[in-house]
T-cell receptor
Framework: NAGVTQTPKFQVLKTGQSMTLQCAQDMNHNSMYWYRQDPGMGLRLIYYSASEGTTDKGEVPNGYNVSRLNKREFSLRLESAAPSQTSVYFC??????????????FGQGTRLTVV | AQSVTQLGSHVSVSEGALVLLRCNYSSSVPPYLFWYVQYPNQGLQLLLKYTSAATLVKGINGFEAEFKKSETSFHLTKPSAHMSDAAEYFCAALTGTASKLTFGTGTRLQVTL
């Protein structure tokens, strides 16, 4: 039971470098999410995808791009990393929009440091 | 727009005491509501969820929450705290049509002897 898998688990970037955080789920969920978690600020939604082929901005989308490659995969890209993007990033998926099984399942997180 | 407010970023209780963590939502349409728990250096784990089937929802580890539409609240309670309950707790709301899942800022629960 893999659930939601994020890679990498840890990453250190230099300011200005780019990278892509990968996320895959094996639960056939329609909706997928990217969050960042910072002390005292909870989880803030960066982008989400309600279904394959659609993406929408969340609360803090600036500096990020996403791709919903297929139903399983939802990647987050930092084109030019900044120290303010130092954070823990979580990917999640859910059956949101359908009755019953609406809860989100989370990956283990990616701890990103930008120096 | 939907938002979730958690009152109290830190709550400290004695072992065996009542746990009460507060959550209020703002939405014109009652959303689906959730409580998640996060232990240090881990992801989030679902405690319980409200999906309009019942206003009192029971979850794992002895936690429960009551949906009160008149107060737009979904407070989390546990009758008797255990040391293992020490963690961070997040309230979240989902509007089904938008599929947008929004979290509160979290409450760190400390349990003392």
């Amino acid at each position: 039971n893999a659930g939601v898998t994020q890679t990498p688990k840890f990453q250190v970037l230099k300011t200005g470098q780019s990278m892509t955080l990968q996320c895959a789920q094996d639960m056939n969920h329609n909706s997928m999410y990217w969050y960042r978690q910072d002390p005292g600020m909870g989880l803030r939604l960066i982008y989400y995808s309600a279904s394959e082929g659609t993406t929408d901005k969340g609360e803090v989308p600036n500096g990020y791009n996403v791709s919903r490659l297929n139903k399983r995969e939802f990647s987050l890209r930092l084109e030019s990393a900044a120290p303010s993007q130092t954070s823990v990033y979580f990917c999640a998926s859910s059956e949101a929009g359908r009755t019953g099984r609406t809860e989100a399942f989370f990956g283990q997180g990616t701890r990103l440091t930008v120096v | 727009a939907q938002s979730v407010t958690q009152l109290g970023s830190h709550v400290s209780v004695s072992e065996g005491a009542l746990v009460l963590l507060r959550c209020n939502y703002s939405s014109s349409v009652p959303p689906y509501l959730f409580w998640y728990v996060q232990y240090p250096n881990q992801g989030l784990q679902l405690l319980l969820k409200y999906t309009s089937a019942a206003t009192l929802v029971k979850g794992i580890n002895g936690f429960e929450a009551e949906f009160k539409k008149s107060e737009t609240s979904f407070h989390l309670t546990k009758p008797s705290a255990h040391m293992s309950d020490a963690a961070e707790y997040f309230c979240a709301a989902l509007t089904g049509t938008a599929s947008k899942l929004t979290f509160g800022t979290g409450t760190r629960l400390q349990v003392t002897l």
